[in-house]
């Protein structure tokens, strides 16, 4: 018998792989129902693949370790496969892949549907203890009861999304029988900022070009909507920079032009030729009609102007200031929101520990493991489910 424990999106596909080979397969899920995270990604459509993925994608500590099961099951494949389950999905301009009904249920309930099918035992509610290996294969303690199986898959998730299934559950089973965890971060999460500009911005949106600079140097880019919070800033630009964010200690700061496509000096002409055509203009409108008021007017005062002021006094040097602050809004990062707000865990049981061609085990014959609960992680878009589609089927192929 084949167990895998976690029935969240690798743990589907290593069971209905499991099961094209295999004449028992058991899947364990703790939660009443399986892919329950499934049902909060992409804002509910669930983004379930992207047409660039690629190793260059992903971090951890060895990012080839991806290749394998990428090249093995790649993306035309998991849409192939899809629909071959029924799924029809639709791929926007941006490389994301949906399904065509845009409901995440409708991945989920294929997938159950699958399941069901192919006789796979699914047991929801069953919380997976302990995990010894034996004579013969492997011993599993679900509360008092006790399973015994010849081979298991570890497709048990990260920290990240506690409140829709996250759990270090993974973790304890691989670790109690001599596997290794790096430490863990949130990713794919909200930034906290020096909130002392930001708090009057809590709403607003800017597409902005996004650079994260430890001690100066960069250490992250990206460009896209940022939004503004109470506590610092949110938004597609924001979660992939924010891994980066993550594991450093200090001294970050995040930088962001609010007016990428305009150069600084086009932004001082339009600045100075405002000024000389609409010199009755107080400087609370300064910045009307380039950027969302609130914003501009933040903007303002981040650069010690009044609003009050009358812009035809402004003079050479205060213009300057300005354009520099629209081009380099700097908020100092104070940390991130937690796991339960994150999408994807950072770092986790150290991949050289694991077979890339199989995801078995070095260390323990007839054990695998597969999606998030490696370290290995994606950027936003896709890139997560898709090494959980494709680590669940390299190591479901197990006979």
Aim: aromatic residues 6%; neutral net charge; contains cysteine.
């Amino acid at each position: 018998m084949i167990a895998v424990i976690g029935g969240g999106a690798s743990g589907l596909m290593a069971a209905l792989t499991a099961a094209e080979h295999n004449d028992e397969v058991v899947l364990l899920e703790r939660q009443p129902r399986v892919g329950r995270k499934l049902l909060s990604t992409g804002n509910g459509r669930c983004n379930l693949s992207n047409i660039n993925a690629a190793p260059q994608k992903y971090h951890g500590a060895d990012v080839q370790f991806v290749q394998p099961a990428l090249a093995a099951f790649g993306v035309p494949d998991t849409i192939e496969y899809f629909r071959g389950l029924g799924l029809l999905t639709v791929c926007e301009a941006d490389g994301r892949i949906y399904p065509w009904s845009n409901q995440a249920g409708s991945v989920v309930d294929v997938l159950r549907l699958a399941a069901a099918g192919r006789g796979i035992s699914l047991r929801t509610d069953c919380q997976v203890t302990a995990l010894r290996q034996t004579a013969a294969g492997f011993a599993l303690e679900l509360g008092e009861q006790r399973l015994l199986a010849d081979k298991v898959i570890v497709c048990s998730g990260g920290l990240a999304g506690g409140k829709v299934g996250g759990s270090g559950s993974g973790y304890a089973l691989l670790q109690g029988l001599g596997h290794t965890c790096t430490r863990l971060y949130p990713s794919l999460v909200q930034l906290k900022t020096d909130n002392t500009f930001v708090r009057a911005l809590k709403g607003v949106r800017a597409d902005a070009r996004v650079t994260l600079l430890k001690q100066g140097t960069p250490v992250a880019k990206n460009s896209g909507e940022v939004q503004f919070t109470e506590y610092g800033v949110s938004g597609p630009a924001i979660f992939d920079i924010s891994r980066a964010a993550a594991v450093s200690s200090g001294g970050i700061l995040l930088s962001l032009d609010l007016l990428p496509e305009i150069t600084e000096p086009e932004l001082i002409f339009l600045l100075q030729q405002r000024q000389r055509i609409l010199p009755q203009l107080q400087s609370s409108d300064f910045l009307t009609g380039m950027l969302h008021n609130r914003l501009g007017q933040t903007l303002l005062r981040y650069v010690g102007i009044g609003l009050n002021t009358g812009i035809s006094g402004l003079v050479e040097g205060q213009l300057r200031r300005i354009a520099y602050a629209v081009k380099h809004f700097e908020l100092a990062v104070t940390g991130t929101l937690g796991f339960d707000n994150a999408q994807v865990t950072a770092g986790g049981i150290k991949t050289e520990e694991f077979n890339p061609q199989t995801l078995e085990s070095r260390l323990i014959p007839g054990l695998y493991a597969a999606g998030e609960v490696l370290d290995i992680d994606g950027d936003c878009g896709g890139y997560n489910l898709q090494w959980a589609w494709a680590s669940g089927r390299l190591a479901g192929r197990i006979q």
